[in-house]
C-alpha cells in the first residue's frame, strides 16, 4: 500500500458538493456503543460528512485531514474542531477519545501507524468505526449497466492499486482489535443526472483519466445516460451498500 496519497484536493469544492452522505442511523449506532459520548475523532474527515452526523451524539468533534483543500472546504459547525493533521499523527491527547470514525479513507493509510495512534488516543472501551462503500447501484438495467461500464472499462484501468480494498470491503484488511458484528447500512440517495455525474467526477479514477489524457470523460457519460434518465432534473434513488468494521481497545 502507498502512503501520503492525495487524490482529492484539486476536488475538493465538487467532493463537498456531491460526495453522498451517510444514513443517520449509522451514527446513532456508533453513540449507542459510548456509555457516556464525549469526544470523537472523524480521522480523514474531507469535507466534513461524518464529523458533522457525529456531532449529534458527541459534545465535541476533532475532525482532521491530511489536505488543507479538503478541511477548507469543510462545512462549518460550532462542536467540529476541523485541523489538518495526518491519521498517523492525529495530535491528540493519549486515552483522550470515546469514539474514531474513519470513513472511505482507510485504505490510504499507514495501517501499523495508525493503528498504534488510535490505540494511543482511545480511551478504555473506546471504540474504532471503519467503513467505506463501493460501485454504486441505480434502478434501471440500461442505466446500471452504462454505470458499470463507466467504473469497469471507461475509468476502469486508471482506479488505484487501493480500490481492490475497497472493493473487498475492508476484509482483506488487518484489524487488530476486538471486532463486533454489526447491523448492515446503506447510503440511499435521490440524484438528478447532474448530481449523479458530479459524484462521479470526484472518483480518483476519474481525476487520474482526466491527468492522463487531458480530457474529461464525464460529458461523453453525460451523453449516454440522458436518453435513458428523462428530465435530467428528475431524481432518481441511488444506493451504496457500506461495509462496517467495529472494534474496541483490545
Keep these: 500500500m502507498r502512503f501520503e496519497q492525495d ?35 472523524d480521522c480523514a474527515t474531507g469535507t466534513g460528512q461524518a464529523a458533522i452526523a457525529l456531532a449529534e451524539y ?12 479538503q478541511i477548507t472546504h469543510a462545512d462549518p459547525h460550532s462542536q467540529v474542531d476541523y485541523r489538518v493533521a495526518p ?24 495501517l501499523p501507524a495508525f493503528y498504534a495512534e488510535a490505540k494511543r488516543v482511545l480511551r478504555p472501551a473506546g471504540v474504532l468505526a471503519i ?3 463501493g460501485h454504486l447501484e441505480i434502478p434501471g438495467d440500461i442505466l446500471q449497466q452504462i454505470a458499470d461500464t463507466f467504473y469497469n472499462e471507461t475509468v476502469g484501468p486508471y482506479w488505484p492499486p487501493e480500490r481492490r ?9 488487518e484489524f487488530p482489535f476486538i471486532e463486533i458484528e454489526t447491523p448492515g447500512f446503506a447510503i440511499e440517495s ?21 491527468k492522463a489524457t487531458g480530457q474529461n470523460p464525464i460529458p461523453t457519460l453525460t451523453e449516454e445516460l440522458e436518453p435513458h434518465w ?13 461495509s462496517l468494521r467495529v472494534g474496541l481497545v483490545p
Design 58 to 69: 458527541f459534545p465535541q468533534v476533532i475532525a482532521t485531514d491530511a489536505s488543507a483543500e
Design 230 to 242: 428523462g428530465n435530467p432534473g428528475t431524481p432518481r434513488p441511488i444506493r451504496w451498500p457500506l
Design 190 to 210: 435521490l440524484l438528478t443526472l447532474t448530481q449523479l455525474t458530479g459524484y462521479l467526477s470526484t472518483w480518483s479514477a476519474t481525476q487520474r483519466y482526466v
Design 131 to 133: 467503513w467505506c462503500y
Design 7 to 41: 487524490h482529492f484536493s484539486g476536488v475538493a469544492a465538487q467532493y463537498a458538493r456531491f460526495r453522498p452522505r451517510y444514513p443517520a442511523d449509522l451514527f446513532a449506532y456508533l453513540a449507542s456503543l459510548i456509555s457516556t459520548p464525549t469526544l470523537a475523532w
Design 165 to 173: 480494498i475497497v472493493e473487498a470491503g475492508y476484509r482483506t484488511l
Design 87 to 110: 491519521a498517523e499523527q492525529s495530535g491528540l491527547n493519549s486515552g483522550s477519545v470515546d469514539l474514531i470514525t474513519v470513513a472511505q479513507a482507510l485504505h490510504w493509510f499507514n
